[in-house]
């Protein structure tokens, strides 16, 4: 039998140091739940290069989930280093001071000087043609993140199976009440039904009471639940096997919870009994549970 793939919660936190005599270097990656994959990544004085190789790691390494990955770098004494001026935040400063200069009728000229006073516009940062070595520290440092990341995620994933498990139990207690009552349900609705009709007319209107047993046949056909019941115990068993197979099962899960509220709720409005109609109730309170638990699966 195949090794089932792991499940994972879309909610975690991991951390990942780098040190050598060059530099320290901290990655710190957060993850919660999103429909799709959104990835965020915030460090001061990060080159494109170096972003663009934290972006594809985690792109590769993360199917679903909000992610914010935040790095942090100091470079020890002796590193080689660069000047660098991040272009984007002075033209967002220069459109602050240019907004408030117009306003207040004050002298342009006076913007560059300011712009250039922010640290945030001129960095300095490791120079990666001296020092071709940063992207591999920096993803060595994401991995430790990654690996402490996914740990967490799988302990949560876990604990998050076995609750889901939990109520699929509670559900197939309920369809099993439901399933014995039926039968009960719609008996117990004819024989009211030949009681009024044995009371109200006399033995020679037969063909009336002919017309009856035909109509009690037609109600007993509208209040039948045991499609819904196949349907529901059909549901539950693509579920669990979902669970058993992992790995990312939280669209797949999605939908059969979907299907089963949908088949509890047409139960709940053909079952026209109220001790049914209290287990219908129990699988949608369940069901709903479940779905909480699984916006957060990978």
Known sequence: ???SAPIYSMTGFGRGRFTSDKRRITVDIRSVNNRYLELQI????????????LSRFFKESLQRGSITVVVGTAELQGSPVKKFADL???RAYHKLYAEVADHLH???????PLILAHPEVIRTLPSEQADSSLVQNLLSAAKEALTALNRMRLREGSHMVNDL?????IIDAQISRIEKLAPLRIRGYEERLRSRLDALLSAGEEQIRMRLA?????????????EEISRLRSHLGQ???TLQIGGGVGKGLNFLLQEINREANTLSAKAQDAEIV?????????NEKMREMIQNLE
């Open 1 to 3: 039998m195949a090794k």
């Open 42 to 53: 915030k460090g001061n004085g990060l080159a494109v290069e170096a972003e663009s190789a």
């Open 88 to 90: 984007k935040t002075a």
């Open 106 to 112: 004050l002298d342009q000229a006076i913007i560059g």
């Open 165 to 169: 498990k939990k109520s699929l139990v």
């Open 214 to 226: 035909a109509e009690t046949a037609l109600m007993a056909d509208k209040m039948d639940v045991s």
């Open 239 to 241: 579920f669990r096997k």
């Open 278 to 286: 209290g287990y219908a109730l129990v699988i949608k309170e369940e």
